[in-house]
């Protein structure tokens, strides 16, 4: 049905940037909200950004608030995550997510879509 994937990730120094691209196939976005979530090694996986459908509203963990951006492009069937001033503890794998829903989701189980993440990984 819907295909999600990832690209971007990547090893960069402490205090670099990414950009990290979620694609989808099949289905289209229409009125999906999408959402980043993240997962360290032997961590439970969190909660990162969201966006709605129309990229009017967007929501942030407080640990990203001011370093990265959600954003999307419904023409392309795409969303962003621009990663700046990264951390070492930003390191994780990062899975984008679709939701049937239009507006921001926050919560986890109202994802319906997940892609299979991408790496990336902060050096210190």
């Known amino acids: 049905q819907v295909q999600l994937v990832e690209s971007g990730g990547g090893l960069v120094q402490a205090g670099g940037s990414l950009r990290l691209s979620c694609a989808a196939s099949?289905?289209?976005?229409?009125?999906?909200?999408m959402g980043w979530f993240r997962q360290a090694p032997g961590k439970e996986r969190t909660f990162v950004a969201a966006?709605?459908?129309?990229?009017?509203?967007?929501y942030y963990a407080d640990s990203v608030k001011d370093r990265f951006t959600i954003s999307r492009d419904n023409a392309k069937n795409t969303v962003y995550l621009q990663m700046n001033s990264l951390k070492p503890e930003d390191t994780a794998v990062y899975y984008c997510?679709?939701?049937?829903?239009?507006?921001?989701?926050?919560?986890?189980?109202?994802?319906?879509?997940w892609g299979q993440g991408t790496q990336v990984t902060v050096s210190s």
């Open positions: 997510a679709g939701a049937r829903l239009a507006r921001v989701v926050v919560a986890e189980y109202e994802y319906a879509y």
């Open positions: 099949g289905r289209t976005f229409s009125r999906f909200g």
């Open positions: 966006i709605s459908w129309s990229g009017g509203s967007t």
